[in-house]
């Protein structure tokens, strides 16, 4: 946020035009208060989330998103059930960052609701907390695809994967890896993929996930591989080396980048060729990282590649793997 000083006098005025009856002259007020600093403005933005014009109350709760104060979440939260759906995804997008440990006891009860948006944003809202309480709730979302037509809760089950991602808790971590297998929403796969952190469930679950019917699990799944450094999934990397995706493919060359992994060089030498240079780019530098010298004839053949960004990746592993000691 950037804040501008203002003094009392041009304070002021700002909150003087946020009743004026031309709507124009209101939102510039808004806009003006929002980089304001001033906590004095609070009271007057959330009157105008009761302003006739529903852009303004859009621009009301953008604007809040600047100031922390302990009436602000609970406006936003009455929000999310504004009239008019521009409003609710202003407070919707504003609400996680505003959100302190005060709020917790309301998020909660948000998280109940019976509607799937507010559910739903509260639960994204309760993430940034990392609060243990909010386990019990998360787990309810995740179990609606159960007791409901699975279409009207995907944002829930979302929004409660990525929460789970957070607690970094054994408990969560098992609900995630049955989420990931077992979803009907391939987001849903895709977000509780990318929340697994440890554990041997979680990594056989990573490995799975490289062959899911959706693209875009896969290629989460082949970033997580390397960010959990599974060398053991060599032969699922390889396979998905040969994705039809090039988005697959660039991840998993990636994930096999690890240092002493030299059984990935054979892997990864096809796609040196590759007519997709992002392609070309990540498997030099696992190439690089790998640390294996067997990788230096395969670097070489790079020196004169079209994309320069290729070029330097390459010559900088060449340098790095024949100045080992």
């Known amino acids: 946020m950037t804040v501008f000083e203002t003094d009392s006098d041009d304070l002021g005025t700002l909150l003087d035009q946020l009743d004026h009856p031309d709507a124009a002259t209101r939102r510039v007020a808004i806009l003006a208060l929002a980089d304001c600093g001033d906590d004095s403005a609070i009271p007057a933005l959330l009157r105008r989330l009761d302003d006739a ?14 100031f922390r104060a302990s009436t602000v979440a609970p406006a936003l939260v009455q929000a999310l059930h504004d009239p008019d759906a521009t409003v609710r ?10 959100v302190t440990r005060q709020d917790e006891p309301l998020l909660l009860a948000a998280a109940n ?3 799937p948006f507010v559910r739903a944003v509260a639960l994204r809202a309760l993430t940034p907390l990392r609060t243990p309480a909010a386990f019990d709730v998360a787990a309810a979302a995740l179990a609606s695809v159960a007791h409901a037509a699975p279409e009207t809760t995907t944002d829930i089950r979302r929004a409660a994967a990525a929460l789970l ?16 297998r077992t979803d009907p929403d391939s987001e849903v796969r895709r977000t509780a993929i990318g929340a697994l952190t ?5 990594e056989a679950t990573v490995r799975h996930a490289l062959f899911d019917p959706s693209w875009h699990v896969r290629e989460t799944a082949a970033e997580r591989a390397g960010r959990l450094g599974l060398r053991d999934a060599l032969p699922e990397l ?88």
Do not use: F
């Open 53 to 66: 014009e529903p852009d303004l109350r859009a621009e009301a709760a953008k604007a809040l998103g600047s």
């Open 89 to 98: 995804e202003a407070a919707a997008t504003t609400l996680p960052d505003v």
């Open 113 to 115: 609701h019976p509607t």
């Open 165 to 180: 991602g957070w607690l970094r808790t054994d408990a969560a971590c098992t609900l995630l890896v049955q989420a990931a």
């Open 198 to 202: 440890h554990g041997p469930a979680a």
């Open 238 to 325: 390889a396979q998905a080396m040969t994705d039809d995706y090039w988005q697959v493919r660039v991840k998993a060359a990636a994930a096999l980048g690890q240092p002493g992994l030299s059984a990935a060089l054979v892997v990864l030498a096809p796609a040196l060729s590759s007519p997709i240079s992002t392609l070309r780019k990540e498997a030099a530098a696992a190439l690089g990282a790998i640390g294996d010298t067997a990788a230096v004839p395969l670097l070489n053949n790079l020196v004169d590649d079209p994309d320069p960004e290729v070029r330097k990746l390459a010559r900088k592993a060449v340098v790095a793997l024949t100045h080992q000691t």
